[in-house]
């Protein structure tokens, strides 16, 4: 690929520039701050967390197909058929939808997108969540006012962005927009020392390992458990999930079809099913987990035949 006219400038210099020209005269919502800024801060975000060129190039650009007059065929011309691909993936189709109606397009794409459209997109909302957060620092609950639609409707959509970004596997950025997104609309853990558990997947499989509510399997994994810090939470979980905790019978359903849904097949009725079910979903509510994440760690266990 090569800028025509302009060869001795690297390609995400001229990415930052046609960017610059494409959004001239833009503002921030709500600001009068530039919109260039947003896309080089997602460009960025992802030269940061180590992305290839053209993911970061794809990131500087990607609303130029969106917001700006710039066509398929100048991305294509300039900087090829992988970093338009990647823009038309981040890109929302359908701009006389409604806004619910395009987010859930959006977050029903990126479900199943190839993971370098995942990762622009993360960046993009891992930007304009850390953006929410300052200004919600600086003008308080008035911050919401700059968007089309209020707290309970962004939390609804970024809640949702990080399930989607996750369903089919997580990725490193994807842990960054999920913790910037708890600090907004995420609810407080009972207590506090459980969030390094949050991620710990040794601490997942030792946990599933006692999944099936035997007391002499949760015993002998103690040690392991307490140098984690993580036995007075496994033992809770067992506490609350059978009989299900009064609190969770509603998501003891969602987590049963979540999961069916997803390929895991339960014996109708067998109260190991309801001991897996009822794990699953205390674990979730103990550690603010999506379902995505209990998903994959079911999975992994699922496959080394410890359930």
């Known amino acids: 690929m090569k800028y025509l006219g302009v060869p001795s400038m690297t390609l995400i210099d001229q990415a930052i520039e046609f960017a610059a020209?494409?959004?001239?005269?833009?503002?921030?919502?709500?600001?009068?701050?530039?919109?260039?800024?947003?896309?080089?801060?997602?460009?960025?975000?992802?030269q940061q967390a180590g992305c290839e060129e053209e993911i970061i190039i794809s990131g500087i650009l990607h609303d130029t197909l969106e917001d700006t007059k710039t066509t398929e065929e100048e991305l294509l011309t300039l900087f090829g058929p992988a970093v338009l691909e990647i823009v038309k993936g981040c890109s929302e189709p359908d701009k006389g939808a409604s806004w619910e109606e395009r987010k859930q397009h959006t977050l029903d794409d990126l479900k199943d997108a190839p993971m370098s459209v995942r990762q622009v997109a993360c960046a993009d909302k891992l930007h304009n969540i850390r953006s929410i957060k300052s200004d919600l620092a600086k003008i308080g609950e008035e911050a919401w006012t700059r968007f089309k639609r209020g707290s309970e409707s962004q939390r609804w959509y970024?809640?949702?962005?990080?399930?989607?970004?996750?369903?089919?596997?997580?990725?490193?950025?994807?842990?960054?927009?999920?913790?910037?997104?708890?600090?907004?609309?995420?609810?407080?853990?009972?207590?506090?020392?459980?969030?390094?558990?949050?991620?710990?997947?040794?601490?997942?499989?030792?946990?599933?390992?006692?999944?099936?509510?035997?007391?002499?399997?949760?015993?002998?994994?103690?040690?392991?458990?307490?140098?984690?810090?993580?036995?007075?939470?496994?033992q809770l979980v067992h506490t609350r999930s059978y009989p299900i905790h009064p609190s969770y019978e509603q998501s003891f359903d969602e987590m049963a079809e979540y999961l069916q849904e997803?390929?895991?097949?339960?014996?109708?009725?067998?109260?190991?099913?309801?001991?897996?079910?009822?794990?699953?979903?205390?674990?979730?509510?103990?550690l603010n987990l999506y379902p995505h994440e209990v998903f994959h760690h079911f999975k992994r266990n699922m496959k080394r035949r410890r359930l």
């Open 262 to 286: 997803r390929g895991i097949e339960f014996q109708s009725n067998s109260d190991s099913s309801k001991f897996l079910i009822g794990f699953s979903t205390a674990l979730k509510h103990l």
């Open 158 to 234: 970024y809640t949702g962005l990080v399930e989607s970004l996750g369903y089919t596997e997580r990725f490193a950025l994807l842990d960054q927009l999920q913790d910037e997104v708890d600090v907004v609309f995420g609810t407080p853990l009972e207590n506090p020392e459980w969030q390094k558990l949050r991620r710990n997947k040794k601490f997942f499989d030792l946990a599933f390992r006692t999944a099936y509510l035997d007391p002499a399997k949760l015993e002998k994994l103690e040690p392991q458990l307490n140098q984690l810090g993580a036995l007075e939470i496994t």
């Open 21 to 46: 020209k494409a959004h001239r005269g833009q503002k921030r919502k709500g600001t009068k701050i530039p919109y260039i800024s947003h896309p080089y801060a997602v460009g960025m975000i992802l």
